[in-house]
């Protein structure tokens, strides 16, 4: 199996600090992404990391991507109230498949 | 445009009644997913559906779990019997024409507890 696996699995910081999630999967990729979950509900799409790339940006969200440790992380800085959620990488190889890991639960305390 | 959306959002049933919960995917997305999450745990496929071709079923835990596509949209996902242990989440996702890794698009979900 090359499912992501998140750590921590839960993380409390504080507002205006940074959070940083990993992901460690196991078997070779094409590419990672990373998706947020408010409220056990649906899952929105945050960032598309390739296996040829090493970081990416989008706003307050910044990937970084190991393929020789097979990791991943993800930092948001800043945190707001907002970005309290969980987190959850996917990986997926040349099947079509996307396999999420089981989810880091952010909690950004005020 | 609409997104994915699901019905219904929540559905509580007796241990050993059928359940059917519908997936309508973004228009034009030829993939669909079906997914399942128990309380605090992460995503467990369960059935995908891409164009003309025959679903990979793979994920589906046990045969009282079965999937429909309509007409390459609208999906139904039927539970027979239902057991106490197929309380969860269940996760709809449309992508546009699922390409390894794509982006997948997720509905809110149907949260069914069974009793």
């Known amino acids: 199996s090359q499912q992501g696996e998140e750590d921590p699995q839960a993380l409390s910081i504080q507002e205006g600090e940074n959070a940083t999630m990993n992901c460690s999967y196991k078997?070779?990729?094409?590419?990672l992404q990373w998706y947020r979950q408010n409220s056990g509900r649906g899952l929105v799409h945050l960032i598309l990391?390739?296996?040829?790339?090493r970081e990416k940006h989008s706003g307050r969200l910044r990937v970084t991507l190991d393929t020789s440790k097979k990791s991943s992380s993800l930092l948001i800085t800043a945190s707001r109230a907002a970005d309290t959620a969980s987190y959850f990488c996917?990986?997926?190889?040349?099947?079509?498949?996307?396999?999420f890991g089981k989810g880091t639960r952010l909690h950004i305390l005020p | 445009g609409a997104g994915v959306s699901q019905s219904p959002s929540n559905k509580v049933t007796e241990k050993g009644k059928d359940v059917e919960l519908r997936c309508d995917p973004i228009?034009?997305?030829?993939?669909l997913y079906w997914y399942r999450q128990s309380l605090g745990q992460g995503l467990e496929f369960l059935i995908y559906?891409?164009?003309?071709?025959?679903?990979?079923k793979s994920g589906l835990p046990s045969d009282r779990f079965s999937a429909e596509r309509t007409g390459g949209s609208v999906s139904t996902l039927t539970i027979q019997r239902t057991q106490q242990e197929d309380s969860a989440v269940y996760l709809c996702?449309?992508?546009?024409?699922?390409?390894?890794?794509?982006?997948?698009?997720f509905g809110p979900g149907t949260r069914l507890l069974v009793l």
């Open positions: 996917a990986t997926s190889n040349r099947d079509d498949k996307i396999i």
């Open positions: 078997t070779s990729i094409n590419n």
């Open positions: 990391i390739r296996s040829n790339e």
């Open positions: 228009s034009g997305h030829t993939a």
């Open positions: 559906f891409q164009g003309n071709s025959a679903p990979d």
């Open positions: 996702a449309s992508s546009l024409s699922g390409g390894a890794g794509e982006t997948q698009y």
